[in-house]
């Protein structure tokens, strides 16, 4: 997962705005992910942004793609203590497979 | 939740010995697809299938091979266990839908320790 970055961790309190960031590598992507793991257990995909959108809004999650850039977003307003986990960004490479980042830990201090 | 096990969901082995972990699927997806995970490196894909008997090597093959006889199943094999092959190994499945729209459903994951 080298080639689709993230930063490792993020504290945030609870009630604050989180923002998680994903720089991924192959301009081609048709769909971006991002997945939500808990602790002891695997992936949830959590939201996904075709490529030819900006932005996608579900509740509280917003997505923001910048394709020039390919910098991939994830907000996560009002922020809870049920939102800890490690977020993963990924990519579909067309191989009919996913390359992961290598995750950011969310941490909600209450 | 989509219908995926995985076992064992725990093993402790020595170097060297075979070791092989299932993964069992009821929802009918053709696709299925072997994950390690470790710290600081995410995901990443050891092997992949695409129908039965079907499988294409993923970025971390080497010291693994897989084989599916059946839609359901898909196995891992570490034909002798190293140290650095402790993990845990996540399943995946997908069904490709709706054009290159992949979304993968997770098992719980294996985890692994060779001493």
């Known amino acids: 997962g080298e080639d689709v970055e993230q930063s490792l961790f993020l504290s945030v309190r609870e009630g604050d705005s989180s923002v998680i960031n994903c720089t991924y590598t192959d301009s081609s992507s048709t769909y971006l992910y991002w997945y939500k793991q808990e602790p002891g257990a695997g992936l949830q995909l959590l939201t996904y942004i075709f490529s030819n959108m900006d932005m996608k809004q579900d509740q509280r999650l917003t997505v923001l793609l910048n394709k020039k850039d390919k910098h991939l977003s994830l907000r996560i307003a009002d922020t809870q203590t049920g939102d800890s986990a490690i977020y993963f960004c990924?990519?579909?490479?067309?191989?009919?497979?996913?390359?992961f980042g290598s995750g950011t830990r969310l941490q909600v201090q209450p | 939740d989509a219908g995926i096990t995985q076992s064992p969901r725990h093993k402790v082995t020595e170097t060297g010995t075979p070791v092989t972990l299932r993964c069992h699927q009821t929802?009918?997806?053709?696709?299925m697809y072997w994950y390690r995970q470790d710290p600081g490196h995410g995901l990443r894909l050891i092997h992949y299938?695409?129908?039965?008997?079907?499988?294409d090597k993923g970025e971390v093959s080497d010291g693994y091979s897989v084989s599916r006889s059946k839609t359901e199943d898909f196995l891992l094999t570490l034909e002798s266990a190293t140290s650095s092959q402790t993990s845990v190994y996540f399943c995946a499945i997908s069904g490709l839908q709706g054009g290159s729209y992949n979304e993968q459903f997770f098992g719980p994951g294996t985890r692994l320790t060779v001493l």
């Open positions: 929802e009918n997806h053709r696709y």
């Open positions: 299938s695409y129908g039965v008997k079907d499988t």
């Open positions: 990924a990519e579909d490479t067309g191989r009919r497979a996913l390359t």
